[in-house]
């Protein structure tokens, strides 16, 4: 399938707890990186294949915990640029994460929050 889902990433208001239950329901290995100041990215793979994703603590102040699925695109300015041509709303411009590739945040035109993401190759 081509632009198939790549990442899932959890914003939590309690990332210690949400942590614990995804360890203790599902068996996910979680691996903490630290990133800038203060900021930890933890890490899973579920076993048997499948997209993989992240935690952190939920960035948007205020805001509860919810997820965001990603979709691998091939160039994500382009990709940016088109779903905003279509009627998305461009929550996060194009970002780099170092050595890893680029991300922007859209909702589509009926509100859903969606992650584009560029793998870095």
Known sequence: MAHP???LELGSTNLAKAKSFYTDMFGWEITDTQYGEGMTYSMFK?????P???MMTQPVPGAPSSWLPYV???DIHAATKQAAGLGAQVH???QEV???GWFSVISDPTGAA???WQQKL
């Open 46 to 50: 579920p076993e048997g294949g499948g």
């Open 52 to 54: 993989g994703g992240g």
């Open 98 to 100: 170092p050595n890893m």
């Open 114 to 116: 969606l992650g584009l």
């Open 5 to 7: 889902f790549c990442h």
């Open 92 to 94: 996060v411009d194009v």
């Open 72 to 74: 691998a695109v091939d």
